[in-house]
T-cell receptor
């Protein structure tokens, strides 16, 4: 496989469920990102892992918990979500290093519906 | 604060027309980077271009061209002879240092519909 892959592509879960989103990048990058895209808001950065350091967006509720076991894999663990958490969750990766930001490459996203 | 404005929510053109998507940004940084991404109906954002603030030369790639005007804080994107496959949502983004990495500040996107 090439690029950035995400599984599952679609997920429906109840508010009491626990689920995880998975992202894998095959580009040799060392930074990975989670974004949320909803109908009402532009792309919102949720979490960044760069050189295995987590840089957290403080506005993300604790019901979202990221995990980055290595530079190629990124997870987003979900628990006790709310209906307003329904959105497209996008994973991205990029090189990190030097003085300039590199372009990010995105996966196809997981369409999450919370019922 | 960093901000990216894409004032055009939706644009509809007929195939073969030229179309320009506007992007205006705000930043206090002297060095920054601008990006354009395309999001087709499949959902995946596709990287189109990265431009740094020191390079004001316009760029052309096939039917795509970009006009960077630092004086007006704009980074507009033109598609020449549009095609139905160009139908997508286009996002302009601005880089911002974030911890030991960077984050991208995205505009709200412009939905382009190219009709046959």
């Amino acid at each position: 496989e090439t690029g950035v892959t995400q599984t599952p592509r679609h997920l429906v879960m109840g508010m009491t469920n626990k689920k995880s989103l998975k992202c894998e990048q095959h580009l040799g990058h060392n930074a990975m990102y989670w974004y949320k895209q909803s109908a009402k808001k532009p792309l919102e950065l949720m979490f960044v892992y760069s050189l295995e350091e987590r840089v957290e967006n403080n506005s993300v509720p604790s019901r979202f918990s990221p995990e980055c076991p290595n530079s190629s894999h990124l997870f987003l663990h979900l628990h006790t979500l709310q209906p307003e958490d329904s959105a497209l969750y996008l994973c991205a990766s990029s090189h990190y290093g030097g003085l300039s930001p590199y372009e990010q490459y995105f996966g196809p996203g997981t369409r999450l519906t919370v019922t | 604060a960093q901000k990216v404005t894409q004032a055009q929510t939706e644009i509809s053109v007929v195939e073969k027309e030229d179309v320009t998507l506007d992007c205006v940004y705000e930043t206090r940084d002297t060095t920054y980077y601008l990006f354009w991404y395309k999001q087709p109906p499949s959902g995946e954002l596709v990287f189109l271009i990265r431009r740094n603030s020191f390079d004001e030369q316009n760029e052309i790639s096939g039917r795509y061209s970009w006009n960077f005007q630092k004086s007006t804080s704009s980074f507009n994107f033109t598609i020449t002879a549009s095609q139905v496959v160009d139908s997508a949502v286009y996002f302009c983004a601005l880089s911002e240092p974030h911890g030991s990495s960077y984050k991208l500040i995205f505009g709200s996107g412009t939905r382009l519909l190219v009709r046959p």
